[in-house]
């Protein structure tokens, strides 16, 4: 049975940290690419970061590049979002998504499987 559970979420005050984790099951995530998208109250939902089968190549939507670092351990079946400098409009459902083809990262289309979610809140 395959499932991505993500963990991590929380509240926190604008600039605080948050760590979250994404583990896997069902499959080994060496043979997919990684990446987590968010969806706040009202919102599509959109591409936060995305990661490359070995974790060399990252990519990152713009509102989120140089706060946070996606990054994969492929012996743990696992994949985590350091997310600093948090800020109120980071709140959100932060979901892990894993996609086995070639497709664009930063679309939604492109994913097989999707976690449940996460919430996180950044309050002032």
């Known amino acids: 049975q395959v499932q991505l559970v993500e963990s991590g979420g929380g509240s926190v005050q604008d600039g605080g940290s948050l760590r979250l984790s994404c583990v896997v099951s069902?499959?080994?995530?060496?043979?997919?690419?990684m990446g987590w998208f968010r969806q706040a109250p009202g919102k599509d939902r959109e591409f936060v970061a995305g990661?490359?089968?070995?974790?060399?190549?990252?990519y990152y939507g713009d509102s989120v590049k140089g706060r946070f670092t996606i990054s994969r351990d492929n012996a743990k079946n696992l994949v985590a979002l350091q997310m600093n400098s948090l800020k109120p409009e980071d709140t959100a459902v932060y979901y892990c998504?894993?996609?086995?083809?070639?497709?664009?990262?930063?679309?939604?289309?492109?994913?097989?499987?999707w976690g449940q979610g996460t919430q996180v809140t950044v309050s002032l």
């Open positions: 998504a894993a996609t086995s083809g070639l497709g664009n990262i930063k679309r939604m289309s492109s994913y097989n499987y």
């Open positions: 069902g499959f080994t995530i060496r043979n997919y690419r």
């Open positions: 990661v490359e089968w070995t974790g060399t190549y990252t």
